[in-house]
């Protein structure tokens, strides 16, 4: 009953920018620590970049200095800005979000949850 929706991914030239959203939408008591990863073909999901619901952020060495994770909590959306986009960064970007939900007894369990990905595509 929770839902994660990505947006924004397409077909940039390297150097260009983007901007991804993600949007958890359903039964959400609250949302802890949101992210974004990345999995290139025949490589690993690996983390891009995440924030906490205080606005802590931490990022992979490789994209500091370009992209910058950021959230809304009245909107329940988390955005990855990508500047300077190299022809590496191009993989399917998947939306993460650690929610916190009401159980069927009354009570809060978090879980995790991903979004459907969304490709990202940095032409040299």
């Known amino acids: 009953q929770v839902q994660l929706v990505e947006s924004g991914g397409g077909l940039v030239q390297a150097g260009g920018s983007l901007r991804l959203s993600c949007a958890a939408s359903g039964s959400i008591f609250s949302i802890n620590a949101m992210g974004w990863y990345r999995q290139a073909p025949g490589k690993q999901r690996e983390l891009v970049a995440a924030?906490?619901?205080?606005?802590?952020?931490n990022y992979a060495d490789s994209v500091k200095g370009r992209f910058t994770i950021s959230r809304d909590n009245a909107k329940n959306t988390v955005y990855l800005q990508m500047n300077s986009l190299k022809p590496e960064d191009t993989a399917v970007y998947y939306c993460?979000?650690?929610?916190?939900?009401?159980?069927?007894?009354?009570?809060?369990?978090?879980?995790?949850?991903w979004g459907q990905g969304t490709q990202v595509t940095v032409s040299s």
């Open positions: 993460n979000a650690r929610i916190v939900v009401v159980t069927t007894r009354g009570g809060l369990d978090e879980y995790a949850y």
């Open positions: 924030i906490t619901s205080g606005g802590s952020t």
